[in-house]
């Protein structure tokens, strides 16, 4: 038994340790001091010393709030074709969105311009309007809408509405391209020119069809250059009914020589000051975490904010940012699913491979639910695995974990399950 005391003021400290005392099988146990500071006892039922240094936050998986797609969050896959119509989206490295249809399948449009990436073909900006307006999404600063004509429906609605309606061409297009952003006089003759109608001309006395002639002028002015939209798989696949061994398989060895793409994202970010790369202590949230959730689950709410289990998001970003098929999703067991073969399955680790721990209970072999880490392999031995992975003790860092953990009665506590190499995109 490992015993483990906790000081700190009721408000700040004590539900935060009974929630997760609760969700560890903890005993737990408080008393208050006379100066208004509580003292709070949590009894962990860990028979390994080396098992019991795994109190942090990185073996314990949040509930997950709900998918745009129900099947997102099954082991799975979603089936071929498509794409029907989007309802998820989100930027996950340069020029390039990432997009979920509604039978959970995954695009990407990458190139072109940002209004085609977006379907935004007015290059309106993420809030409020751009989502009571059908916008499924943002890239960081402008609106993504799940088809072009949604985006242009949207600026038909904006300009006919309280904001623009009352104002002339002129004034309607000074405010939608400001002079801080645009070359506005430019801008304004090129719609005059496109429409035919007149400066003065006031929006809510314009029929639809006129309304209509100023957006198209919008898109024009706004550009829209075509890029590439394909399926968020990896280009080159394997079959994962038989797993390889290391050090076999031309995958594995082509894998191995591209794998300092994703890895040096992750020595990158553990290379920042501590301050940088760990969680912040109290309410607020340390926006490179959000960020890491932004590209790694998009669709999932971190209500807890960096304080919410984000070792998988950190795996997901270190993919997603170096061109690889992550899995869109917060949970370890995600990548054990594998669901669209984007990794290759490794008999026993090798550096820089993803490596996928589960805690127990183990009675469900799909892993439908359930706690769990992973991260990159740096080193190993037959006993211990060493990763560098996010919240890792509240931070991006090293840290060593045993291969297995038993408890006295043989019975398996935790273990690592899967190790696999991202297949090349």
């Given amino acids: 038994m490992t015993e483990v005391v906790v000081h700190g003021v009721l408000e700040d400290q004590v539900d935060g340790h009974r929630n997760f005392c609760t969700v560890a099988n903890g005993i737990f146990s408080a008393q208050k001091d006379p100066n208004g500071t509580y003292s709070v006892s949590c009894v962990f039922p860990y028979t390994s010393e080396s098992d019991s240094t795994d109190l942090n936050s990185d073996i314990v998986e949040t509930t997950l709030t709900s998918p745009p797609v129900a099947i997102m969050d099954t082991p799975n896959p979603a089936p071929p074709g498509g794409p029907?119509?989007?309802?998820?989206?989100?930027?996950?490295?340069?020029k390039t969105i990432l997009l979920v249809d509604d039978a959970g399948r995954e695009f990407l449009r990458v190139g072109g311009s940002r209004s085609w990436r977006n379907f935004n073909p007015g290059n309106i900006r993420k809030g409020d309007f751009s989502s009571n307006n059908g916008a499924i999404g943002n890239d960081g600063s402008f609106a993504i809408f799940p088809d072009k004509t949604t985006g242009q429906k949207a600026i038909e609605v904006l300009l006919r509405g309280r904001s623009y309606g009352p104002l002339t061409l002129e004034a309607a297009i000074s405010r939608y391209a400001p002079?801080?952003?645009?070359?506005?006089g430019a801008y304004v003759?090129?719609?005059?020119t496109q429409t035919g109608l007149s400066r003065d001309a006031v929006l809510d006395d314009l029929k639809?069809?006129?309304?209509?002639?100023?957006?198209?002028?919008?898109?024009?002015?706004?550009g829209w250059t075509q890029g590439e939209q394909r399926p968020h798989l990896p280009s080159s696949g394997f079959s994962d009914a038989t797993p390889l061994v290391a050090g076999n398989g031309t995958?594995?060895?082509?894998?191995i020589g591209a794998a300092s793409d994703w890895i040096e994202v992750a020595q990158r970010e553990a290379a920042l000051d501590p301050e940088a790369r760990s969680e912040i202590a109290g309410p607020q949230s340390n926006p490179r975490i959000l960020n890491y959730f932004e590209v790694g689950a998009s669709w999932f709410d971190p209500e807890n904010g960096d304080e919410t289990d984000w070792c998988a998001v950190f795996v997901n970003y270190c993919?997603?940012?170096s061109g690889y098929v992550g899995t869109n999703h917060p949970g370890a067991r995600s990548f054990f699913w594998n669901k669209r073969n984007q990794f290759i399955k490794l008999n026993e680790p090798r550096k820089f491979c993803i490596a996928v721990r589960r805690y127990a209970p183990f009675m469900d072999a799909d892993w439908t639910t359930g706690r769990g880490h992973v991260g990159f392999v740096v080193d190993y031995s037959d006993t211990h695995v060493k990763l560098l992975g996010g919240n890792q003790g509240n931070t991006v860092k090293e840290k060593v974990y045993p291969r297995r953990v038993e408890a006295a009665d043989g019975t398996v506590e935790s273990e690592f399950v899967a190790f696999l190499m991202p297949v090349i995109n």
């Fill in 319 to 321: 993919l997603e940012t």
């Fill in 251 to 255: 995958g594995v060895s082509a894998a």
């Fill in 208 to 222: 639809i069809a006129y309304i209509r002639k100023i957006t198209s002028a919008i898109e024009l002015m706004e």
């Fill in 84 to 94: 029907s119509a989007f309802v998820a989206a989100h930027k996950t490295a340069t």
């Fill in 189 to 192: 003759s090129f719609v005059v």
């Fill in 179 to 184: 002079s801080s952003e645009n070359d506005t």
